[in-house]
C-alpha cells in the first residue's frame, strides 16, 4: 500500500505474504528493498564481493580459559582484513571480546587490590586459590571495551589501516533518527578507508528475551553479535557476511557425534534436517543463532559463509581463502542446483565402482564394446554438440590453434576412438583379479599378489573430449570408479560424451560409476575429498599437473613429467619404416601433446638418399624445420633449405 510508511529495513507484513516455519518461530520472507541485487549463487563469485562484513564470535577471540584475548588468532584476522582492505574492498568487523578483555582486567585488579599482609598471611600455596568474586558481565564488558579497541588499533597500524569503534544496542536499530545516524556514520568512514569495529555495547545492553529475535516485522533483533553482524550486513548492503566461530561450519548433527557431516552448501528450506546441539561454552549465541541470522542476511541479498576461525592450520588464512572462492565452511545460498553435488556424486561413483568391479570380465568388456558402437552410431549428435564448443571458442578467442585442433572431433577421430575402445575392451579380460605373483609361505599356505581396482578415479583433463570415453573406457576395465572434470571450453561435447557412457553403462546397472562434475567446483576443491578420492590423475600441461600435485590434500597424484618426443633414425634403420614412422608421429595428429618435436638423424646418413627421402616427406608434409649441429650439418642444411617451407639453421 503507498500509503504505508516505509522506513530502512522495515517492511510492513501484508496478509498474502508466505511465512517460513523454522525452530517454531515465523520467519517472514517479505523481500527487502535493498538496491545492491541479490546474494550471490556461487562460491566462485564471492572474489567479487565488495563490501565485506567480518563477525568475530567469543570462542575465536576469547582465550581458552575464557579469561582473555587469543592474540595470535587476533593478529591473524587482522592481517588478513587488512589484506583485503588494501585491495580495495570495505571491510568491517563485528567482534566479541569485550567480557573476556574487562573479565582479565577485573581479575587482575581484584588480586591486586587485596592487602600484602593478607596475601602474606593466607601463604603463596592458598595465594593461587584466593577466592574471586563473581563478575558481572556488563562491568566485564565496561572494563573491557577501551582495552579491546586499543588493542586493534595497535594491530591494525601495523598495516597503515585507521580503525573506528562503534557501539550499538537494539534501540540504534529501531529507532528511525538513530538508524539514519549509524547508516551514515558508518558510509563515512567506509568512503574514508578506515575500518569501522562494531560491537553490541554489552555494558548497558538488557539480558537478551528467548525467542525474541522476530518481532512480527521484517526486523532482526539485535541480542547478540550473530544478530548485529546480519542486521548490520542488510542495512549497509554488504555483499558478503562472513561468521567465524570454533567449528567448520555448519553439520547435520552435532559436531561430536560420530555420523556428523558438515555441510558444504546451505539453501533454505533445509533447516529441518539439521539437528543443533549445545551452544558454544563462551558467547550468547550457539549454532541455531548462527543458522538463524544467516538465512535473515541472506534473504536481504547478502551472501553467508559460516566457518571454523580457531583451527591452528587454516584460521590463518580462512577469510581470505573464503573471499577468494575456496570450499571453507558452510555456504549459504538460495540457488540449489539440479543435480547432485560432487560430494554426492564421488559416493555414487565409490558404490557404481564397487558394482562395476564385482561383474565379470565379459560384463565390463561388453559395456566397452556398446561405448564403441555409440560413439559410431551417434556420430552426428557428438559432432554437433562439438561444433558449439567450437563455436563457443572460436567467438570468444581464448584457445590458441593446437588448443582448437586438439578440442574438435571428427568422423575420423571418432572412428579411431572406437577402434582403441575395443582394443581395450578385448585385452581387458584379465585386468581385475589376475595373479602377479605367487609366493608358498608354508605348506597349504600361499602369498599371492593379485591385482584389484584402485577405488574412485579423478581425472582432470583440458581441451581434449576425446579423452572422456577414453579413461572411461579404461576405468570400466578396471572396475573403478571414475570422477571426470573437464575443460569448460568442451562442455557441449563432454556432456553427450558422457550420456552416451552411462547409458553403455546402464546395460549392466552401474550407470553412477562414471561422473561428469559439472558444478562450478574448483580444482583445488575436488583435491581436497581426501575420504571419497583415491587417486587423481591430471592429463594435461605440466602446469596443470604441478598445480594439481600442490593442491592435493592427502591423496596421491599420478602426473607425468615434461615428456621428451624424440624420434632417433640409426644408421640400421629399416628404410621401409623410418619415413611411416615420422610421418606418423608428426604429421598425423600435430596438436596432440605426445607429437614429434625433434629429429634425430645419425650423422653417417647426411648425403644420403634416406636423408632425402626424410626431408621430402617433410617438405610434403609443410613441417617447420629447425636445424641444430656441427658446422657441415649447417652447411648441408642451407642446401636443403629450398626443399621445405621453413628451415632454420643455428
Known amino acids: 500500500c503507498p500509503k504505508l510508511k516505509h522506513t530502512m529495513g522495515i517492511v510492513p507484513i501484508l496478509r498474502n505474504e508466505s511465512i517460513r516455519c523454522w525452530s517454531n518461530i515465523p520467519f517472514i520472507t517479505v523481500p527487502l528493498s535493498r538496491a545492491h541485487g541479490k546474494s550471490f549463487a556461487h562460491r566462485s563469485e564471492l572474489k567479487h564481493a565488495k563490501r565485506i562484513v567480518v563477525k568475530l564470535g567469543s570462542a575465536v577471540v576469547t582465550r581458552g580459559d575464557e579469561c582473555g584475548l587469543a592474540l595470535g588468532r587476533l593478529a591473524s584476522i587482522v592481517e588478513q582484513v587488512s589484506m583485503l582492505q588494501n585491495q580495495g574492498r570495505e571491510m568491517m568487523i563485528v567482534t566479541s571480546g569485550a567480557v573476556a578483555f574487562g573479565k582479565q582486567r577485573l581479575r587482575h585488579e581484584i588480586l591486586l587490590s587485596q592487602s600484602v599482609r593478607q596475601a602474606l598471611h593466607s601463604g603463596q600455596s592458598q595465594l593461587k586459590d584466593m577466592a574471586i568474586p563473581v563478575l558481572e558481565a556488563r562491568a566485564c564488558a565496561a572494563a573491557g571495551q577501551s582495552g579491546l579497541m586499543a588493542l586493534y588499533e595497535a594491530m591494525f597500524t601495523q598495516y597503515s589501516i585507521c580503525a573506528a569503534q562503534i557501539l550499538v544496542t537494539n534501540l540504534d536499530f529501531h529507532d528511525e533518527q538513530k538508524r539514519r545516524n549509524l547508516n551514515g556514520t558508518l558510509h563515512e568512514l567506509l568512503r574514508?578507508?578506515?575500518?569501522?569495529?562494531?560491537?553490541?555495547?554489552?555494558?548497558?545492553?538488557?539480558?537478551?528475551?528467548?525467542?525474541?529475535?522476530?518481532?512480527?516485522?521484517?526486523?532482526?533483533?539485535?541480542?547478540?553479535?550473530?544478530?548485529?553482524?546480519?542486521?548490520?550486513?542488510?542495512?549497509?548492503?554488504?555483499?558478503?557476511?562472513?561468521?567465524?566461530?570454533?567449528?567448520?561450519?555448519?553439520?547435520?548433527?552435532?559436531?561430536?557425534?560420530?555420523?556428523?557431516?558438515?555441510?558444504?552448501?546451505?539453501?533454505?528450506?533445509?533447516?529441518?534436517?539439521?539437528?543443533?546441539?549445545?551452544?558454544?561454552?563462551?558467547?550468547?549465541?550457539?549454532?541455531?543463532?548462527?543458522?538463524?541470522?544467516?538465512?535473515?542476511?541472506?534473504?536481504?541479498?547478502?551472501?553467508?559463509?559460516?566457518?571454523?576461525?580457531?583451527?591452528?592450520?587454516?584460521?590463518?588464512?580462512?577469510?581470505?581463502?573464503?573471499?577468494?572462492?575456496?570450499?571453507?565452511?558452510?555456504?549459504?545460498?538460495?540457488?540449489?542446483?539440479?543435480?547432485?553435488?560432487?560430494?554426492?556424486?564421488?559416493?555414487?561413483?565409490?558404490?557404481?565402482?564397487?558394482?562395476?568391479?564385482?561383474?565379470?570380465?565379459?560384463?565390463?568388456?561388453?559395456?566397452?564394446?556398446?561405448?564403441?558402437?555409440?560413439?559410431?552410431?551417434?556420430?552426428?549428435?557428438?559432432?554437433?554438440?562439438?561444433?558449439?564448443?567450437?563455436?563457443?571458442?572460436?567467438?570468444?578467442?581464448?584457445?590458441?590453434?593446437?588448443?582448437?585442433?586438439?578440442?574438435?572431433?571428427?568422423?575420423?577421430?571418432?572412428?579411431?576412438?572406437?577402434?582403441?575402445?575395443?582394443?581395450?575392451?578385448?585385452?581387458?579380460?584379465?585386468?581385475?583379479?589376475?595373479?602377479?605373483?605367487?609366493?608358498?609361505?608354508?605348506?597349504?599356505?600361499?602369498?599371492?599378489?593379485?591385482?584389484?581396482?584402485?577405488?574412485?578415479?579423478?581425472?582432470?583433463?583440458?581441451?581434449?573430449?576425446?579423452?572422456?570415453?577414453?579413461?572411461?573406457a579404461l576405468a570400466i576395465a578396471s572396475g573403478n570408479g571414475l570422477l571426470l572434470k573437464g575443460g569448460k571450453e568442451a562442455a557441449h561435447s563432454n556432456q553427450i560424451l558422457h550420456h552416451l557412457t552411462q547409458e553403455a553403462l546402464s546395460i549392466h546397472g552401474v550407470r553412477d560409476a562414471v561422473q561428469l562434475v559439472n558444478t562450478r567446483e574448483e580444482v583445488e576443491d575436488l583435491c581436497r575429498l581426501d575420504k571419497l578420492i583415491d587417486l587423481i590423475i591430471p592429463r594435461g600441461s605440466s602446469q596443470l599437473v604441478r598445480n594439481i600435485q600442490k593442491a592435493a590434500k592427502g591423496i596421491p597424484v599420478m602426473g607425468h613429467s615434461e615428456g621428451i618426443c624424440h624420434v632417433y633414425v640409426d644408421t640400421d634403420a629399416s628404410v621401409e619404416k623410418v619415413t611411416r614412422i615420422i610421418r606418423d608421429s608428426k604429421c598425423e595428429y600435430p596438436a596432440a601433446c605426445n607429437a614429434l618435436e625433434t629429429l634425430l638423424i645419425h650423422r653417417d646418413l647426411l648425403r644420403t638418399p634416406l636423408f632425402d627421402q626424410i626431408i621430402d616427406m617433410l617438405r610434403v608434409e609443410q613441417v617447420s624445420l629447425w636445424s641444430r649441429g656441427e658446422e657441415r650439418t649447417v652447411m648441408l642444411c642451407k642446401l636443403y633449405s629450398t626443399t621445405a617451407k621453413t628451415w632454420v639453421c643455428f
Not at 407 to 424: D, E, H, M, V, Y
Request: proline letters at 6%; glycine letters at 8%; one cysteine or more.
Open 192 to 472: 574514508m578507508n578506515i575500518v569501522p569495529i562494531i560491537n553490541t555495547n554489552d555494558a548497558v545492553v538488557p539480558p537478551p528475551e528467548p525467542n525474541s529475535d522476530l518481532q512480527g516485522v521484517n526486523v532482526i533483533s539485535v541480542k547478540d553479535n550473530d544478530s548485529l553482524a546480519a542486521r548490520l550486513a542488510v542495512e549497509m548492503k554488504t555483499d558478503l557476511l562472513i561468521v567465524l566461530s570454533d567449528v567448520e561450519g555448519l553439520f547435520d548433527s552435532p559436531p561430536g557425534s560420530d555420523d556428523a557431516k558438515l555441510i558444504d552448501i546451505f539453501y533454505p528450506g533445509d533447516q529441518q534436517s539439521v539437528t543443533f546441539g549445545t551452544k558454544s561454552r563462551v558467547g550468547m549465541g550457539g549454532m541455531e543463532a548462527k543458522v538463524k541470522a544467516a538465512l535473515w542476511a541472506l534473504q536481504g541479498g547478502t551472501s553467508v559463509v559460516i566457518a571454523n576461525g580457531t583451527h591452528p592450520k587454516i584460521s590463518g588464512h580462512v577469510i581470505t581463502d573464503i573471499v577468494e572462492g575456496k570450499k571453507v565452511g558452510t555456504f549459504f545460498s538460495e540457488v540449489k542446483p539440479a543435480g547432485p553435488t560432487v560430494e554426492q556424486q564421488a559416493e555414487m561413483a565409490r558404490a557404481g565402482g564397487r558394482t562395476l568391479a564385482a561383474l565379470q570380465p565379459e560384463q565390463r568388456a561388453e559395456i566397452i564394446y556398446r561405448l564403441a558402437d555409440l560413439l559410431t552410431d551417434q556420430r552426428e549428435e557428438i559432432l554437433l554438440a562439438n561444433k558449439k564448443d567450437l563455436e563457443e571458442a572460436e567467438n570468444k578467442g581464448r584457445l590458441a590453434l593446437p588448443l582448437l585442433k586438439r578440442l574438435s572431433l571428427s568422423t575420423s577421430k571418432l572412428n579411431s576412438l572406437a577402434i582403441g575402445l575395443r582394443q581395450i575392451a578385448a585385452s581387458s579380460q584379465d585386468s581385475v583379479g589376475r595373479v602377479i605373483r605367487r609366493t608358498r609361505i608354508a605348506k597349504d599356505l600361499d602369498l599371492e599378489q593379485v591385482t584389484v581396482p584402485i577405488g574412485v578415479l579423478l581425472v582432470i583433463f583440458e581441451s581434449r573430449p576425446d579423452c572422456l570415453p577414453q579413461v572411461s
